[in-house]
């Protein structure tokens, strides 16, 4: 593997989750592989879990880190060709790019959608550079229509976790006052669709996804009733994909919010978000502090899917 920017270049399945399982078991056991070598983690926005799971990954496998947060102590970036660069933006991406390839071996890259230019997000403009002009390995922090490792750990978790061989997973849509982008359900439904489960995806008519992504994934707009006799629900709000409405909230309803009613109709499901999760919009209280909340060993997966991936990608340089 060279570059990371989608579950589906994970390969066989089973062989990357028993490749996760032995990272889980024995973290310290490739700190060779690291050894003089460099991460760059370069961050155009905010991040809690992935910049610090991704560091843990990375120094488990002995590697040197270094983390620039783009917005924050670096120059501003100009990011379009042709443009008169006489505002305030004193360096080029198309420059930037190949320098900090100079300083790495290896570049993880977060850029979420801008919701400017949907082409732009949809053909993933700035992850694509990096690839492009790095002249590194290049893997995603989560981009403009995928969050790989995210979607890596909620695979691995719902391996650890389910009870069947074949669970019934549900993503559910869940009202947030912010347009979010469409990256992590955009990437679990790419996972789920690789994942031998009965995949379904609810929310209000307006929110459907790119059919891309989407698969072969049962859409049903009634949340009750694709919540029954579920074993996984995985929430997350969305902003409106389609036509004229990319980028839009167009509902902050709260009667989608999980809550214990809706987790009752379930067969007794674990409840999973990606965090950060805002509660009594996305989740009640009671809800992700029940037992059957499975969030924080979920978090907790995003070192082991971060380092396998890592350590794939030192095993081919
Ligand atoms: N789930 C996730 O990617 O969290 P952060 O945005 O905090 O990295």
């Known amino acids: 593997m060279r570059h990371f920017t989608s ?23 490739d700190q060779a592989l690291g050894k003089n070598r460099t991460l760059l983690m370069l961050f155009f926005n905010s991040s809690l879990r992935t910049r610090l799971s991704t560091q843990k990954a990375a120094m488990n496998l002995g590697m040197n880190v270094i983390v620039l947060d783009v917005n ?36 993880g890259v977060r850029s979420f959608a ?22 590194r390995p290049v893997f995603s ?67 459907e996804l790119d059919p891309a992504f989407t698969g072969n994934a049962r859409i049903e707009y009634d949340q009750d009733k694709a919540f029954e006799g579920a074993d996984f629900i995985y ?25 214990s009613r809706k987790m009752g109709l379930t067969d007794n499901a674990f409840f999973m978000h990606c965090l950060p999760v805002r509660r009594n919009m996305i989740v009640t209280d009671e809800v992700i502090e029940s037992p059957q909340s499975i969030v924080i060993p979920e978090a907790a997966n995003r070192v082991v899917s971060a380092q396998t991936v890592i350590k794939e990608i030192l095993l081919s340089l």
Not at 152 to 169: L, S, W
Not at 195 to 200: G, I, Q, R, S
């Open 7 to 29: 579950v589906r270049q994970l390969g066989n399945l089973q062989e990357a989750f028993a490749k996760a399982k032995y990272v889980k078991e024995n973290p310290f056991a």
């Open 72 to 107: 924050q102590g670096a120059w501003k970036l100009e990011t379009e060709r042709g443009v008169i660069m006489d505002g305030d933006k004193p360096e080029h991406l198309l420059e930037a790019i190949p320098v900090m390839g100079c300083y790495c071996d290896i570049i």
């Open 114 to 135: 801008r919701f400017e230019n949907k082409e732009d997000d949809y053909n993933e403009k700035i992850l694509n550079e990096f690839i492009q002009y790095s002249g």
């Open 141 to 207: 922090m989560e981009a403009a229509t995928r969050h790989p490792l995210q979607t890596f750990a909620d695979m691995i978790t719902i391996e650890e976790y389910r009870k069947k061989d074949k669970p019934k997973v549900v993503m559910t849509w869940a009202p947030h006052p912010k347009a979010l982008p469409q990256a992590v359900p955009n990437s679990f439904a790419e996972g789920m669709n690789l994942m031998d489960c009965e995949f379904v995806i609810t929310h209000p008519h307006g929110y």
């Open 235 to 259: 929430a997350k709000n969305w902003a409106a994909y389609a036509g004229e409405n990319y980028g839009k909230v167009l509902s902050t309803d709260r009667s989608w919010t999980v809550d």
